[in-house]
Nanobody, 124 residues
Framework: HVQLVESGGGTVQAGGSLRLSCVAS????????MGWFRQGPGKEREGVAS????????YYAASVRGRFTASQDNAKNTLYLQMNNLKPEDTAMYYC??????????????????WGQGTQVTVS
C-alpha cells in the first residue's frame, strides 16, 4: 500500500505561482509512476503531469506545458508540482497519485491505483 498526502494549495491571483507537495509512504514498487491530477467543478478528473520515478522522465498535459513543472526529491519521498503563471481555468482540486504498473497512459487517471485526499487551488 501507498499513502499520499498533498499540501500547498491556496488562493492566488492570475499570473501567480504555487508549489504543491505530495509526501509518499509505503511500497516504493507501487510508486513507479507518480502523477498530478485535477478536477474542477462539474468536470472530469484530468491528468496534469506525470513522472517516471525510476528514470526521472516527465510528461505534461498540453494545457500546462511550459507553466507547470513536476519534480521529485527521493530523499524526502516527496513529489512536487511547481505551478507558474496560473490562470483561472487552473482552479480545481489537485490530487497526487501513484501506480506500480510498468506501462500506462501517463495522464489517464484509471491507470493509477493510489490517491491522496487532494488540495484545493483557486485562481482569481
Amino acid at each position: 500500500h501507498v499513502q499520499l498526502v498533498e499540501s500547498g494549495g491556496g488562493t492566488v491571483q492570475a499570473g501567480g505561482s504555487l508549489r504543491l507537495s505530495c509526501v509518499a509512504s509505503g511500497s516504493t514498487s507501487s510508486r513507479r509512476f507518480m502523477g498530478w491530477f485535477r478536477q474542477g467543478p462539474g468536470k472530469e478528473r484530468e491528468g496534469v503531469a506525470s513522472i517516471f520515478t525510476e528514470g526521472n522522465t516527465e510528461y505534461y498535459a498540453a494545457s500546462v506545458r511550459g507553466r507547470f513543472t513536476a519534480s521529485q526529491d527521493n530523499a524526502k519521498n516527496t513529489l512536487y508540482l511547481q505551478m507558474n503563471n496560473l490562470k483561472p481555468e487552473d482552479t480545481a482540486m489537485y490530487y497526487c497519485a501513484s501506480t506500480g504498473r510498468r506501462t500506462l497512459a501517463w495522464l489517464d487517471p484509471s491507470y493509477y491505483d493510489y490517491w491522496g485526499q487532494g488540495t484545493q487551488v483557486t485562481v482569481s
